[in-house]
């Protein structure tokens, strides 16, 4: 069984900072990639940010330069800084890895359930 359990949401005017984290435990061999998402109402689910396991990042065009994404490999914890949000950051976040609970395991997703951001004008 693997848990991905998030903190860090809250409210913060625009402008402000926030700074979310996932730690993944349970049954873990390894985790490829860990990542944000997030889910504004009446829309769908988007990438915010990934990092592999080797340190790559990526990022959804919208956060550029506000977000940072990091990970503690050794705690499979996942970071993301986030600096001058705006009222469109707001959204559900979800915490995502794909990880490998064995070693002659395939490789799967899980997600976290989420934890809120709203930003105010």
């Known amino acids: 069984q693997v848990q991905l359990v998030e903190s860090g949401g809250g409210l913060v005017q625009a402008g402000g900072s926030l700074r979310l984290s996932c730690a993944a435990s349970g049954s873990i061999f390894s985790i490829n990639v860990m990542g944000w998402y997030r889910q504004a109402p009446g829309k769908r689910r988007d990438l915010v940010a990934t990092i592999t396991s080797g340190g790559s990042t990526k990022y959804a065009d919208s956060v550029k330069g506000r977000f940072t994404i990091s990970r503690d490999n050794a705690q499979n914890t996942v970071y993301l800084q986030m600096n001058s949000l705006k009222p469109e950051d707001t959204a559900v976040y979800y915490c995502?890895?794909?990880?490998?609970?064995?070693?002659?395991?395939?490789?799967?997703?899980?997600w976290g359930q989420g934890t809120q951001v709203t930003v105010s004008s």
């Open positions: 995502y890895a794909n990880l490998r609970s064995r070693p002659s395991y395939y490789a799967n997703d899980y």
